[in-house]
């Protein structure tokens, strides 16, 4: 899966940050990250609110989201190098350097970039992935993947080597294996349609059990 990295500029006020979560929420969503979502929220609306408690409401910032390796990384990117953020501790009643605690407890690591011209916040969040490139493996996933496995074994000559499938040869293979039980339901009486409808439930019922586990 290609997860491209992305920016958004923002301006750094307390109702943008309900919008920076939403926006968030649905990249992930669309990278199969659905298992650090929370976590990811939490860590921009503290690296925001953090802009805005210590440099100031009102100032241009940019939210940048990209993957190093298997771990998410977010970033917000603000212009004032001299406000470096506080690290105390969370259970303390000040309320200066909580978020960062915060940040600090849910993240892998987190640090500070000084440019020239701007400071770079940034966390890494471990992710379930399996390689940078690819997602994150549940029972569903492993069950597909011995199926396509055997079914690419099955239609591989006598005397010629497999090789591990590429996602575009996988997506083909896991086609024709839908169409093959396809046929096997209208072989033995079934409408097709209504299966592909029944598996589709199927697959969103078990799809939303996952995201309220992770």
Known sequence: MSRKP??????AEPAEVAALRRILRLELGMWG????????????????????????????????????????????????????PVLRDA?????????????DAVADRWGVLLC???????????????GPGGHVRTPGVARAEALLDSYTAAHVPLGVGTRRLTSAAAEDTAIAAIADFL?????????????????????????AVLRQGS
């Not at 805005?52 to 190098?81: C, F, N, Q």
């Not at 259970?91 to 940040?103: F, I, K, N, P, Y």
């Open 183 to 207: 046929h096997w339901f209208r072989a033995h009486g079934r409408d097709a349609d209504d299966m592909l409808d029944r598996a589709q439930m199927r697959f969103e019922a078990e799809h």
């Open 116 to 130: 020239p011209d701007r400071k770079v916040t940034w966390c890494e969040l471990a992710t379930k992935l399996t």
């Open 33 to 84: 990250l659905h298992d650090v979502v929370d976590e990811a929220q939490l860590c921009v609306s503290e690296l925001v609110a953090n802009v805005i408690t210590h440099v100031g409401t009102g100032t241009p910032a940019t939210l940048a989201v990209s993957m190093k390796g298997t771990h998410l990384r977010i970033e917000v990117h603000d212009p004032d190098t001299r406000a470096l």
């Open 6 to 11: 992305w920016e958004l500029a923002f301006t």
């Open 91 to 103: 259970s303390t009643d000040a309320e200066e350097g909580r978020g960062m605690a915060l940040v």
